[in-house]
């Protein structure tokens, strides 16, 4: 009696397991997300229209959330076309680094999350800094950018 039960068992257990579905190490997807975001960040910084493309799906979200001179809350959506030119429009004679200064990755199947705290610098002189929130999607394979919200603020930023 006991082999037919334990028979059952371990064909359940291999059902159960089988239908999670393979999961890459999380580690490796962790690199792979935290490369899309350096390759964002290097076509942003060659003014590479298609680079910065390359890492985003077809419909983007872009906000940005902040406080004003008054001390308000700001929040306001972006075409990230308009963000795309933008870049891709400053003069040479301009200088601007976005400096990426830590990444906390989590990833769950195809969904993933990356905090990744920056500085932005203008012609070599401290601007603003904050948070940059990306949501990523593996789409067959691919990481791809689907959500990017900002944080910018002048406050806190250079302490060690």
Known sequence: ???????????????VLNAQGPNPPEINEKQE???VIETFFDGFHKQDSMIMKSTLA??????????????????????????ISSITSIPDSVSFQEKLTSFSIQVDRTMANAWVGYEFWFNDSFSHCGIN?????????????IYLIDTRGRAGCLEE
């Open 33 to 35: 997300v935290k490369q």
């Open 58 to 83: 077809d419909k983007v979200v872009l906000q940005t959330t902040g406080r004003n001179r008054e001390g308000k809350t700001m929040f306001r959506t972006e075409e990230v076309s308009k963000l």
């Open 1 to 15: 009696m006991k082999t037919p039960v334990i028979g059952v068992m371990m064909l359940f257990s291999l059902t």
């Open 133 to 145: 929130s990306f949501q990523l999607i593996n789409f067959d394979g691919e990481w791809k950018i």
